[in-house]
């Protein structure tokens, strides 16, 4: 009986244990897709799309018909100092470790991509880079590395 108990917890403890790994949500308004990597069900998602409703309709009223992705990274294990990149391709990211990863496309043609790294979202920020996005769409394409 002493021999077998401990192998009987060993199992127990084995059952118990919980993992979960980082998923996508991805909402598409019109010509903007806004798109969160995170790890749980966070508020931040709801936010997100909340952010794409406002964005859709500064793209309206801009009357801006090309394609944009918002796409936000959540650093949801603490805080980080925020980091923004806009780019104009297909959304697709390449991980430079491995070569034989394909990147996918988020988009189904090239357009201007708003890529943020933050422990959460600044509405204002955001939109801030979505109109000057807009207005500097070819110093854009023409400039980026």
């Known amino acids: 009986m002493r021999k077998i108990l ?9 059952m118990i244990c919980h993992a979960h790994q ?6 598409t308004f019109d010509n903007l897709t806004v798109r969160i990597k995170t790890g749980y069900e966070y508020g931040e998602i709801n936010k997100l ?3 794409g409703e406002l964005g859709q309709r500064m ?29 104009y391709d297909n959304g697709s990211i390449k991980y430079t470790w491995d070569n034989n990863l394909r990147p996918k496309s988020v988009l189904s043609s090239s357009g201007l991509v708003i890529r943020i790294v933050s422990s959460r979202i600044d509405y204002k920020k955001t939109l801030e880079l979505l109109n000057y996005a807009i207005e500097n769409k070819d110093y854009i394409k023409k400039n980026q590395d």
Not at 6 to 14: A, D, R, V, W
Not at 22 to 27: G, H, N, P, Q, S
């Open 6 to 14: 401990p192998i009987i917890f060993m199992f127990l403890n084995i």
């Open 22 to 27: 980082d998923f996508y949500v991805t909402k």
């Open 49 to 51: 799309k909340i952010l």
């Open 59 to 87: 793209l309206e009223k801009a009357d801006y018909k090309g394609k944009i992705l918002i796409d936000f990274n959540h650093y949801y294990t603490g805080k980080c100092e925020p980091d923004y990149f806009i780019s």
